[in-house]
Nanobody
């Protein structure tokens, strides 16, 4: 059973930075994709960023140019560097990971709050 543990959330002022980490365990082989989603109160969960084992990345439109996703070589830990944070980035950030063709796994989430 794959387990995902997020860390790094917290409270930051607008314009500040935070770095989220997600550590995966329990896999028998390397994950194919890891990423981050977020959900703000009253809104649907949305893609923030994801990275494939090949290194290819994808970002949500609202974070392009401000956030950067990276991973370790073994695809066991994924990082999300968040710069120039805005109050609208306030949400619970969920780590997401999986293997091609199967349902993804989810972390429990970490709160990010950006004050104006």
């Amino acid at each position: 059973q794959v387990q995902l543990v997020e860390s790094g959330g917290g409270l930051v002022q607008a314009g500040g930075s935070l770095r989220l980490s997600c550590a995966a365990s329990g896999m028998r082989r390397s994950l194919d994709v890891m990423g981050w989603y977020r959900q703000a109160p009253g809104k649907e969960r949305e893609l923030v960023a994801r990275i494939h084992v090949s290194g290819n990345t994808a970002y949500g439109d609202s974070v392009k140019g401000r956030f950067s996703i990276s991973r370790d070589k073994l695809m066991r830990t994924v990082y999300l560097q968040m710069n120039s944070l805005k109050p609208e980035d306030t949400a619970i950030y969920y780590c997401n990971a999986g293997f091609a063709g199967t349902s993804p796994y989810w972390g429990q989430g970490t709160q990010v709050t950006v004050s104006s």
